[in-house]
Nanobody
Framework: QVQLVESGGGLVQAGGSLRLSCAASGRTSSSNAMGWFRQAPGKEREFVAAINWSGSSTYYAAYVKGRFTISRDNAKNTVYLQMNSLKPEDTAVYYC????????????????WGQGTQVTVSS
């Protein structure tokens, strides 16, 4: 089992920045691909970004590309999501997920999930 705990969410004005962290514990492995997803009220969970096991490859949804950056520190078993130029439409609960295999954009492909952290962007 792998436990994932997100932190760093909060309230920020449009145009501001936040950095989310996801700390992994348990049977962690640097071979896990990691992803960030988000879910706004009344909407389905959607892909935000993913990173491969080494951190050498990253993947982004079109609506965050150029504004968000995913990174990982395997020595700390932590994945980060730097969010810049935030917009009100970025408001959602953000979830960290781990996948034993390679990265994927489908939420159903991930094996482990955190509890989520709320991000609210005011206009």
């Amino acid at each position: 089992q792998v436990q994932l705990v997100e932190s760093g969410g909060g309230l920020v004005q449009a145009g501001g920045s936040l950095r989310l962290s996801c700390a992994a514990s348990g049977r962690t492995s640097s071979s896990n691909a990691m992803g960030w997803f988000r879910q706004a009220p009344g909407k389905e969970r959607e892909f935000v970004a993913a990173i491969n096991w080494s951190g050498s490859s990253t993947y982004y949804a079109a609506y965050v590309k150029g504004r968000f950056t995913i990174s990982r520190d395997n020595a700390k078993n932590t994945v980060y999501l730097q969010m810049n130029s935030l917009k009100p439409e970025d408001t959602a609960v953000y979830y960290c997920a781990a996948r034993i295999a390679g990265w994927a954009s489908q939420s159903g492909a991930y094996d482990y999930w955190g509890q989520g952290t709320q991000v609210t962007v005011s206009s």
